[in-house]
């Protein structure tokens, strides 16, 4: 096929190609839901969705908190930073590379002492990909212990990136962030081994001094007060009871 030919058809392919993408996509989710396809926390564009929804929500829903007081004396109050959540499965790489896709200075991911101490998280909830469609929906926190759903709404051009269409509020109440992380799952779980490790040394200690406190009664138990110990009389006693009959 010569320049000119190649020239003309390569438009043509680039539009038939994006169609054809756009057309086969199928509908995946993250996490999945039930008759939709896993779609892969880790690949593209699953992060880059998931920080810019992330982003979207905390822009827009972050006003309606309190500012937070500084550490330092001296320095303004400031509103909450961004401490983000995210389903289970996402490895703890990714939880970083979200944060970055976040573009919000003081993005850190979420712990578990953020969740006992009532620090406000915005958690993606579900990701959802069709064709040139994305929806992300993000729990954020409506102040106490309210919180709420959002969904923010992205489509792209065909071999274009997502972009931020719309969001939406919905007067949903939802139950708290939990923390997911794959470093502090682990580190509760070690917590949770070492106290039933230690429960179970001091059952034993109990036991085994039971044990012993019991063999040392039994070893300072007279001869005499064992059944059937084969003792014979004294020549004393014999006499004396001959003596009487």
Same mark, same amino acid.
């Given at each position: 096929?010569?320049?000119?030919?190649?020239?003309?058809? !390569?438009? *043509?392919?680039?539009?038939?190609?994006?169609?054809?993408?756009?057309?086969?996509?199928?509908?995946?989710?993250?996490?999945?839901?039930?008759?939709?396809?896993?779609?892969?926390?880790?690949?593209?564009?699953?992060?880059?969705?998931?920080?810019?929804?992330?982003?979207?929500?905390?822009?827009?829903?972050?006003?309606?908190?309190?500012?937070?007081?500084?550490?330092?004396?001296?320095?303004?109050?400031?509103?909450?930073?961004?401490?983000?959540?995210?389903?289970?499965?996402?490895?703890?790489?990714?939880?970083?590379?979200?944060?970055?896709?976040?573009?919000?200075?003081? *993005? !850190?991911?979420?712990? !578990?002492?953020?969740?006992?101490?009532?620090?406000?998280?915005?958690?993606?909830?579900?990701?959802?990909?069709?064709?040139? !469609?994305?929806?992300?929906?993000?729990?954020?926190?409506?102040?106490?212990?309210?919180?709420?759903?959002?969904?923010?709404?992205?489509?792209?051009?065909?071999?274009?990136?997502?972009?931020?269409?719309?969001?939406?509020?919905?007067?949903?109440?939802?139950?708290?962030?939990?923390?997911?992380?794959?470093?502090?799952?682990?580190?509760?779980?070690?917590?949770?081994?070492?106290?039933?490790?230690?429960? *179970?040394?001091?059952?034993?200690?109990?036991?085994? *001094?039971?044990?012993?406190?019991?063999?040392?009664?039994?070893?300072?138990?007279?001869?005499?007060?064992?059944?059937?110990?084969?003792?014979?009389?004294?020549?004393?006693?014999?006499?004396?009871?001959?003596?009487?009959?």
């Amino acid at each position: 096929m010569n320049d000119s030919l190649c020239r003309f058809f !390569r438009p *043509a392919l680039f539009v038939a190609l994006g169609l054809s993408s756009v057309g086969c996509t199928p509908h995946a989710t993250f996490p999945s839901d039930s008759g939709t396809e896993i779609l892969a926390p880790g690949m593209y564009p699953a992060p880059q969705l998931m920080g810019m929804g992330l982003k979207a929500t905390y822009e827009k829903t972050v006003g309606d908190l309190p500012f937070v007081e500084a550490s330092v004396a001296g320095e303004a109050a400031a509103p909450p930073a961004l401490v983000y959540a995210l389903p289970s499965g996402v490895s703890a790489g990714d939880w970083k590379q979200i944060g970055i896709q976040t573009d919000i200075d003081g *993005a !850190r991911e979420v712990t !578990r002492a953020d969740i006992t101490n009532g620090t406000p998280v915005w958690e993606v909830k579900q990701l959802r990909i069709r064709s040139n !469609r994305a929806e992300v929906d993000v729990v954020y926190p409506s102040g106490g212990d309210v919180y709420q759903l959002a969904t923010a709404i992205f489509k792209s051009e065909p071999f274009g990136p997502f972009r931020l269409q719309s969001f939406q509020r919905w007067l949903i109440a939802e139950d708290m962030p939990t923390c997911h992380h794959p470093v502090e799952v682990a580190n509760a779980k070690a917590e949770v081994d070492a106290e039933a490790a230690r429960k *179970a040394a001091e059952e034993k200690a109990v036991a085994d *001094a039971e044990a012993a406190k019991k063999a040392a009664e039994n070893e300072a138990s007279p001869a005499s007060d064992l059944p059937g110990d084969g003792s014979a009389p004294s020549a004393e006693t014999d006499a004396e009871t001959a003596a009487a009959e």
